[in-house]
T-cell receptor, first 116, second 112 residues
Framework: AQKVTQAQTEISVVEKEDVTLDCVYE???????LFWYKQPPSGELVFLIRRNSFDEQNEISGRYSWNFQKSTSSFNFTITASQVVDSAVYFCALSEAWGATNKLIFGTGTLLAVQP | SQTIHQWPATLVQPVGSPLSLECTVEGTSNPNLYWYRQAAGRGLQLLFYSVGIGQISSEVPQNLSASRPQDRQFILSSKKLLLSDSGFYLC???????????FGPGTRLTVT
């Protein structure tokens, strides 16, 4: 069965601190995709990144970086020098290609509060 | 560029009343379309998805239904709302053959 676990329900940091959001997944497939989404207070989910199971290279985009480790089934997300605008709920998700479409399995999300 | 619209943004409906939420996508053709519900407590639950006009797959048996009358239009309906239908409803789309989904702004439904 597919499952995504985000054990951190809420994290509070002070601006400029680095913060890592954890994501652990379970799947039986050898080919799968991992995602991170951001949900600001407005409610819309914003796509941040997709990572393929066969590509374990870490990715950096500005202050954001992602660490994918198949050995531990983890796909962690780090924000460097956090800012108040980073305050949001962050979701990790897993997709296994299924027929003509895909279904996303979401974790329960981590609420990040960045204090000024 | 592609955009996705949802309306209404907010809705308050009494128990037993009907429901119709609409989602439209612009700037792409033959998208895969999805309806999710996010109840209090944050979890996102996939309700329906569609790979083409008139093709609807249901993930969770309930008193909701979905329809896709046009290529880029996805409608979520109910004949009689329950209190448990309250939540934040999100529509999403993806390109066939790709895996990331793009979400609309959502509809916040309160059933009283």
């Amino acid at each position: 069965a597919q499952k995504v676990t985000q054990a951190q329900t809420e994290i509070s940091v002070v601006e400029k601190e680095d913060v890592t959001l954890d994501c652990v997944y379970e799947t039986r497939d050898t080919t799968y995709y991992l995602f991170w989404y951001k949900q600001p207070p407005s409610g819309e989910l914003v796509f941040l990144i997709r990572r393929n199971s066969f590509d374990e290279q870490n990715e950096i985009s500005g202050r954001y970086s992602w660490n994918f480790q198949k050995s531990t089934s983890s796909f962690n997300f780090t924000i460097t020098a956090s800012q108040v605008v980073d305050s949001a709920v962050y979701f990790c998700a897993l997709s296994e290609a299924w027929g003509a479409t895909n279904k996303l399995i979401f974790g329960t999300g981590t609420l990040l509060a960045v204090q000024p | 560029s592609q955009t996705i619209h949802q309306w209404p943004a907010t809705l308050v409906q009494p128990v037993g009343s009907p429901l119709s939420l609409e989602c439209t996508v612009e700037g792409t053709s033959n998208p895969n379309l999805y309806w999710y519900r996010q109840a209090a407590g944050r979890g996102l639950q996939l309700l329906f998805y569609s790979v083409g006009i008139g093709q609807i797959s249901s993930e969770v048996p309930q008193n909701l239904s979905a329809s896709r009358p046009q290529d880029r239009q996805f409608i979520l309906s109910s004949k009689k709302l329950l209190l448990s239908d309250s939540g934040f409803y999100l529509c999403a789309w993806s390109k066939t053959g790709t895996y990331e989904q793009y979400f609309g702004p959502g509809t916040r439904l309160t059933v009283t």
